[in-house]
C-alpha cells in the first residue's frame, strides 16, 4: 500500500471515529435519555432465566461460597475489558455488529473491507436473534406458569414433571408463545427512549423488589438454614476442582451478555459524555447482586422442604413449584416469583431482539414499525418448530457453545486489533474524567481475547457452559 493510501485510509477511520465522538453524533437517532436509564437497560440484558436458574445451582455444585471466588473474579476481568469495550464499540460506530465491524474494517483496509465486514458482523446479530428465538419459548412456559400460579392450577398438580411435560411438547405451547413475542415486540415497536428504557425502568426495580420479598419470606421456612450453610460454607476443595474454574467462567461470561450484539447495539444508543466503564462497573455490580440474590431464594427453599436442587428447566418448572405447594400461602409467592422472573426474562429478550431490528432499520432502511413485523414474523416462523424441551435445549446449547462466543471475540478482534492503534483506548475513554491506565490494551488485546478463545474451546469440549 503506497503512503498516500495509507494517509486516506487513516482519515478515514479518524472521520469514522470522530464522528461517533462528536457533537451530533447521534443526529436523529433514538437514544437513551440518561446514563442511569442506559445502565439499567444493560443490566436488564445481562439479568436474564440464566441468573435465576443456573447461578444457585452452580453455586451449590461447585463449592458454596468458594464458588464466589473464581465468579467474582472473572465477573470483574470480563467488566472491565469486554462489557466497557463492547459499549464503547457501538457507541464509536452509532450502528449494531453489522455496521460497526464494516467501519473497523474500512478505517483498517479502505472500502475493499466494508463487504467483509458486514458479513462477519452479520454473526453476532444472527446468534443474538438465534438465541432470542429460543428464549422466547421459555418465556411463554413462564406466561402459562404465571396464569396457572394465578387462578391456582400449579397448586393442585400432583405430579409437576408431567404438567411441564405435557406444556414442552412440539407444539405444546403456541398460544403463550405467541403472547411472549407479542409482548416483547409491543414494547419494542416505541424504539430506545419510549419502548425499551421504559419497560427496564419498569420491571428491574420490580424485580428486585420481588425477590427481596421472596428473600425474606423465605427466610423464615423451617431448615432454611440448611440451605444457607451449604450455599455460604465454603467447600475449599472445590477450587482445586479445574471444573469449577470453567463453570466459574462460563457463568460469568454468559451472565454479561457478551456476545458482540446485545451490549454493542445498546451502546450505539449511547450519548458521547457517558463514562462507559463506570457504567460496565455497574452492571457489573447488580448483576452480580441479582445472582446472589436468586441463589439466596431459591436454595433455601429447595433445602426447605428437602427437593432435589436441579438445574435448567426442571429448576424452574418442576423443582419450585413443588416448593410452592408445600410452603405456607405458596400460591402468592409462585406469582411473585414468576412475575419477577418473566421480569427478568422480557428485558433480556428485547435487547437480543433489538441487534436484528437495529440492522433491518440501518441497512435496509425499514422503519421501526416494519423490522419489528418482520423480526417477529421469523422469530415465531422458527420458533414453532422447537417448542419441546428437547428441541429447545438443543438450540440454546449449539447458540450458546457456537455463535454467542465467536460473535463476542470478534467484536473483540474488531475493536482490538483491526481498528487503529489507539482507536479502542480513546473510545472507551470518552466520557471519563481521565483517560483509562496503561493496564487497558494488554487486558483487552491479550487477556479479554484469550479467555473468550478458551470459552469457544472449553464449550466445543465440555458442552455449554453458561
Not at 35 to 42: D, H
Not at 110 to 124: D, F, M, N, S
Not at 228 to 252: H, K, S
Request: proline share 3%; with cysteine.
Amino acid at each position: 500500500m503506497t503512503k498516500e493510501k495509507k494517509a486516506a485510509v487513516a482519515a478515514e477511520g479518524k472521520d469514522i471515529a470522530q464522528g461517533a465522538s462528536g457533537e451530533g453524533a447521534a443526529g436523529s437517532r433514538d437514544s437513551f435519555t440518561s446514563k442511569a436509564a442506559f445502565i439499567i437497560s444493560c443490566v436488564g440484558s445481562a439479568v436474564g432465566i440464566g441468573c435465576i436458574w443456573l447461578f444457585p445451582y452452580r453455586i451449590a455444585e461447585f463449592g458454596g461460597a468458594a464458588f464466589l471466588i473464581p465468579f467474582m473474579v472473572f465477573m470483574v476481568v470480563l467488566g472491565f475489558t469486554g462489557v466497557a469495550s463492547e459499549m464503547a464499540f457501538g457507541r464509536m460506530a452509532q450502528e449494531g455488529s453489522v455496521g460497526a465491524f464494516s467501519k473497523a474494517m474500512v478505517m483498517r483496509f479502505g472500502e475493499k473491507g466494508r463487504r467483509v465486514g458486514k458479513i462477519l458482523g452479520a454473526i453476532p446479530m444472527l446468534g443474538a436473534l438465534a438465541l432470542a428465538i429460543g428464549y422466547s419459548v421459555v418465556v411463554g412456559w413462564l406466561l402459562k406458569y404465571l396464569f396457572a400460579s394465578i387462578t391456582g392450577e400449579v397448586m393442585a398438580v400432583t405430579d409437576t414433571a408431567t404438567y411441564f411435560g405435557g406444556l414442552a411438547v412440539d407444539f405444546g405451547s403456541v398460544g403463550w408463545h405467541v403472547l411472549a413475542l407479542a409482548l416483547t415486540f409491543g414494547v419494542m415497536v416505541f424504539g430506545i427512549s419510549k419502548g425499551i428504557e421504559l419497560l427496564n425502568k419498569v420491571m428491574i426495580p420490580l424485580f428486585l423488589v420481588l425477590f427481596i420479598i421472596l428473600l425474606v419470606r423465605v427466610a423464615m421456612l423451617p431448615n432454611a438454614m440448611a440451605g444457607y450453610e451449604y450455599l455460604f460454607v465454603p467447600r475449599w476443595e472445590a477450587l482445586a476442582n479445574p471444573t469449577t474454574w470453567i463453570y466459574a467462567l462460563g457463568q460469568a461470561f454468559f451472565s454479561l451478555s457478551l456476545a458482540g450484539s446485545s451490549m454493542l447495539v445498546y451502546g450505539s444508543y449511547l450519548k458521547k459524555d457517558v463514562d462507559v466503564v463506570s457504567s460496565a462497573v455497574s452492571v457489573t455490580f447488580f448483576n452480580i447482586c441479582a445472582a446472589l440474590l436468586a441463589a439466596l431464594v431459591v436454595v433455601p427453599a429447595v433445602f426447605a422442604f428437602d427437593v432435589d436442587l436441579a438445574s435448567g428447566p426442571a429448576l424452574m418448572f418442576i423443582t419450585l413449584p413443588s416448593v410452592f405447594q408445600q410452603m405456607p400461602f405458596g400460591q402468592l409467592f409462585a406469582v411473585l416469583f414468576f412475575i419477577a422472573v418473566l421480569c427478568a426474562a422480557i428485558t433480556s429478550l428485547v435487547s437480543l431482539f433489538e441487534a436484528p431490528i437495529e440492522m433491518l432499520e440501518t441497512h435496509f432502511g425499514r422503519s421501526r414499525a416494519v423490522a419489528v413485523g418482520i423480526v417477529a414474523v421469523i422469530a415465531l416462523g422458527v420458533g414453532l418448530f422447537i417448542e419441546s424441551a428437547d428441541s429447545i435445549g438443543a438450540w440454546m446449547d449449539a447458540v450458546s457453545i457456537y455463535a454467542i462466543p465467536l460473535g463476542a471475540l470478534l467484536a473483540a478482534v474488531m475493536f482490538f486489533w483491526v481498528c487503529p492503534k489507539g482507536t479502542s483506548a480513546e473510545q472507551v475513554s470518552l466520557g471519563r474524567k481521565h483517560p483509562v491506565g496503561r493496564w487497558y490494551v494488554p487486558m483487552t488485546r491479550y487477556v479479554f481475547v484469550g479467555i473468550t478463545v478458551v470459552v469457544i474451546v472449553l464449550g466445543l469440549v465440555f458442552g455449554a457452559i453458561g
